[in-house]
């Protein structure tokens, strides 16, 4: 099994991008798939993600909420991250993971078992 994230860059404040995260080695269909960032001396947080379920079902912390947008394409087995209007408090690693099953993705007490490698996020002007 292996997650390769990708996307990441140096974006202005206010600024956009969109980050992937492709799966080899494991279905989405029956895996939740989590965005989760590390900012430097912080502790890793998880601020979004979408269920198993066909209908997808999407979590966003309230630091992104609106302004993040997780989706995912079935056929490519890869899920994205629109992320939009940019702050410097978004620098980070972002990582994303997978866990089979039908939990709540936002459960966090439920280890994610898969892990990409992690994508830079830097927002600075």
């Known amino acids: 099994v292996q997650l390769q994230a990708s996307g990441g860059g140096l974006v202005q404040p206010g600024g956009l991008l969109r980050l992937s995260c492709q799966a080899s080695?494991?279905?989405?269909?029956?895996?939740?798939i989590g965005w989760f960032r590390q900012a430097p001396g912080k502790e890793r947080e998880g601020f979004s993600c979408?269920?198993?379920?066909?209908?997808?079902?999407?979590w966003y912390a309230n630091p992104v909420k609106g302004r993040f947008i997780i989706s995912r394409d079935i056929a490519k087995n890869t899920v994205y991250l629109q992320v939009n209007s940019l702050k410097p408090e978004d620098t980070a690693v972002y990582y994303c993971?997978?866990?089979?099953?039908?939990?709540?993705?936002?459960?966090?007490?439920?280890?994610?078992?898969?892990w990409g490698q992690g994508t830079q996020v830097t927002v600075s002007s």
């Open positions: 979408m269920s198993a379920s066909s209908d997808g079902r999407t």
């Open positions: 080695g494991l279905n989405l269909n029956g895996h939740a």
């Open positions: 993971a997978a866990r089979y099953g039908y939990y709540t993705c936002s459960d966090y007490s439920r280890p994610y078992d898969y």
